[in-house]
């Protein structure tokens, strides 16, 4: 997973990328970095708040149920169990199951 693009608000709805941020250096004030991760019907995300989400996810009783909630949010339209199929560790977890069988 990655960031098409991260972005700052600002208070009168303008956007600061992130880019441009880091090049401004130490804001006033503290920011919520926004953004929008690659994949088809994407919305925008607070970051810190999809990271604490997916690292919540990780300490749950259901990491791969709490995962797939945390991002079907930030991917409505999208496959997210194809999405989860991808990750290395989940393919080599899947064949191992299988291969018990």
Do not use: C, H
Not at 77 to 100: E, K, N, Y
Request: hydrophobic residues 50%; aromatic residues 2%; positive net charge.
């Amino acid at each position: 997973m990655e960031f098409a693009r991260r972005y700052v608000k600002t208070v009168s709805g303008g956007l600061v990328t992130e880019v441009e941020l880091r090049k401004m250096g130490n804001p006033a004030q503290p920011v919520n970095l926004w953004g929008i991760l690659t994949g088809a019907g994407a919305t925008e995300v607070n970051v810190a708040e999809l990271r604490a989400s997916v690292r919540a996810a990780a300490l749950s009783g259901n990491p791969l149920g709490e995962l797939a909630s945390a991002l079907k949010q930030a991917l409505p339209t999208s496959d997210i169990q194809a999405i989860i199929l991808r990750v290395p560790s989940i393919q080599s977890a899947v064949r191992s199951a299988i291969a018990a069988i």
